[in-house]
């Protein structure tokens, strides 16, 4: 069965930093993509950051990009979201994501929570 576990939210101020985390399992998790994807209040889902299953190469969304890094760890089967320069506007619940071809279908972890607020 899949699980992920995403961790490390919590309340920053407007400029600072802080770094998400995914745990998977029940998946060969060093063969998958990997997206993070949030959602802010009152918003549906938007796509954040992804990685291909090496570590390699990334991509991110425009409104993320030079300030969020995403990374991952197959050998702890593990997947980061450094996110630097935090803006209000950052404030969401984060999910961690893997689907088709990796996974029979989509699943996301229960999400950590990021306030951006002074």
């Known amino acids: 069965e899949v699980h992920l576990v995403e961790s490390g939210g919590g309340l920053v101020q407007p400029g600072g930093s802080l770094r998400l985390s995914c745990a998977a399992s029940?998946?060969?998790?060093?063969?998958?993509?990997m997206s993070w994807v949030r959602q802010a209040p009152g918003k549906g889902l938007e796509w954040v950051s992804g990685?291909?299953?090496?570590?390699?190469?990334?991509s991110s969304a425009d409104f993320v990009k030079g300030r969020f890094t995403v990374s991952r760890d197959n050998a702890k089967n593990t997947f980061y979201l450094q996110m630097n320069s935090l803006k209000p506007e950052d404030t969401a619940v984060y999910y961690c994501?893997?689907?088709?071809?990796?996974?029979?279908?989509?699943?996301w972890g229960q999400g950590t929570k990021l306030t951006v607020s002074s």
């Open positions: 994501h893997v689907g088709p071809p990796y996974t029979g279908t989509n699943y």
């Open positions: 029940g998946f060969t998790f060093s063969n998958s993509h």
């Open positions: 990685i291909d299953s090496g570590g390699v190469t990334s």
